[in-house]
């Protein structure tokens, strides 16, 4: 299939999600709109001298949509009208400040990776079934309700700060051959998370240029045992809610920040699939110190699902390629 072909049917698993038909649930209506706010700050860090890929990459083949017309700024004036004053001057030199190069992940085939997103650090990988991450170290000394976060939102208890949009990882799973599951439930008892099981991967290099891989629960060690996470993350895969006045729908994971939980979250993409609090005082997980690089590491992510070799990847439809929009 070409990239752009690909990308097309990847994204359009969020339409089957939006539709009720990949066994997320669906809840009454909107939460509070105030964690929408969070920041959205591109990621600009090199990813650790791995090369830029060249303009025939099949990454760079894909065919993006435009911003709006409207969206694009006024032309500056041209530098020799001297009533443009001072901010053409500013405009020049902001015009030749170099640009900063693209965050690429550490995988040997890069060349094969298909973006989910044309500008966040997000892409899927089809010969691996996998979707692929890159995000850096926030925390490497805290108690933990999150491995993974949103960019802006919960760094101060998670380990790793990625710079995506959650329903892209939803979608990527899906195509990578997982079906979502359920998200924990509290009324009227308690269910823990259910899904197919995700391999998560941390993969990054040291101050000498190293490249180190270790599973994602060495990360994460229990405060009572003092040894590493031994519960796997399923893909609950958050929920799906329509907004009654507008009618657009929105996915949950996307207000709150909640990527890859070890706390019980039900707005998580990933979650743990047993009982653990995210109470102050009963928290179950903190970082594992010793294993995790300084912060600020980048590192790239790697979730592929543990698939029992009956289940195939989802053959998607066309849709839109944000959930954030009119509900179908």
């Known amino acids: 299939m070409k990239p752009v072909g690909l990308l097309v049917a990847i994204v359009g698993c969020v339409f089957l999600a939006l539709s009720g038909g990949m066994g997320c649930r669906r809840s009454d209506g909107p939460r509070s709109e105030a964690a929408a706010g969070k920041a959205e700050a591109a990621t600009t860090a090199p990813a650790n001298g791995v090369p830029a890929p060249a303009a025939k990459d099949k990454i760079e083949d894909a065919d993006f ?3 709006p017309a409207d969206a694009m ?16 001057a500013e405009t020049a030199e902001a015009a030749e400040a170099p640009k900063s190069p693209p965050v690429l992940p550490l995988v040997d085939n890069f060349g094969e990776l298909q973006r989910l997103d044309p500008k966040l650090p997000v892409w899927f990988d089809k010969s691996h079934r996998q979707v692929v991450l890159v995000g850096e170290v926030c925390q490497n000394r805290v108690p933990l309700e999150l491995f993974a976060c949103q960019r802006g939102t919960k760094e101060h208890e998670s380990v790793i700060s990625i710079d995506t949009k959650a ?21 009227p008892k308690f269910v823990p998370a259910r899904g197919p099981e995700i391999e998560v991967t941390v ?8 490249r180190h891989q270790v599973r994602g629960q060495d990360w ?8 590493a996470m031994a519960y796997p993350w399923v893909f609950a895969g958050s929920r799906f809610s329509t907004d009654p006045q507008t009618g657009q729908q929105h996915y949950h994971a996307d207000w709150e920040g909640d990527l890859i939980c070890v706390s019980n979250f039900p707005d998580a993409v990933l ?3 047993v009982a653990s609090s995210d109470s102050n005082d ?33 053959q998607p439809v066309r849709a839109p390629e944000s959930p954030d929009g009119p509900a179908s």
């Not at 006024?74 to 901010?87: E, I, T, V, Y």
């Not at 993969?203 to 190293?210: A, L």
């Not at 594992?288 to 592929?304: A, C, E, M, Q, S």
């Open 65 to 67: 949509p435009g911003p």
């Open 73 to 88: 700024p006024d032309q500056p004036q041209p530098a020799n009208d001297k009533s443009a004053g001072p901010q053409v």
């Open 271 to 273: 979650d743990v699939p």
């Open 220 to 227: 994460v060690r229990h405060m009572r045992t003092h040894k």
């Open 167 to 187: 329903y892209l990882i939803h979608a990527g799973l899906i195509a990578a051959g997982a079906d979502p599951g359920n998200p924990v439930q509290f009324q």
């Open 203 to 210: 993969v990054w290099k040291d101050q000498e240029g190293k």
């Open 282 to 314: 009963a928290l179950l997980f903190e970082a594992f110190t010793d294993r995790i690089p300084p912060v600020g590491t980048p590192v790239t992510l790697l979730l592929k699902p543990k698939l029992d070799g009956k289940q195939k990847a989802k």
